[in-house]
Nanobody, 123 residues
Framework: QVQLVESGGGLVQAGGSLRLSCAASGFTFGTHTMGWFRQAPGKEREFVAAQGWLGSTYYADSVKGRFTISRDNSRNTMYLQMDSLKPEDTAVYYC?????????????????WGQGTQVTVSS
């Protein structure tokens, strides 16, 4: 069955860095759009970044220039390098996969979801 497993979350001070990973199985990773979303307490889940299967990347304005999404199709793994972290980046981070060829930024567009990993940025 389809599995998306996030790892790499944790507690970091403002200005620090973390690298999230998402290990995928049970579907053809190389032909899916992969995305990162996050959800802070009391807020809706929001788009962070996505990468199409041809390599194009998209970012939310709030993370542009600080976060970098990448994927290794040979390892069925996606990454999110997060630098210059801010307290407002604190959230549960989810990876997601979308069968569509067009990269989407909406939660509803994605077909598969991981369980999430907590990222906490202290001030």
């Amino acid at each position: 069955q389809v599995q998306l497993v996030e790892s790499g979350g944790g507690l970091v001070q403002a200005g620090g860095s973390l690298r999230l990973s998402c290990a995928a199985s049970g579907f053809t990773f190389g032909t899916h759009t992969m995305g990162w979303f996050r959800q802070a307490p009391g807020k809706e889940r929001e788009f962070v970044a996505a990468q199409g299967w041809l390599g194009s990347t998209y970012y939310a304005d709030s993370v542009k220039g600080r976060f970098t999404i990448s994927r290794d199709n040979s390892r069925n793994t996606m990454y999110l390098q997060m630098d210059s972290l801010k307290p407002e980046d604190t959230a549960v981070y989810y990876c997601a996969a979308d069968r569509a060829l067009v990269v989407a930024t909406s939660v509803s567009a994605y077909d598969y979801w991981g369980q999430g990993t907590q990222v906490t940025v202290s001030s």
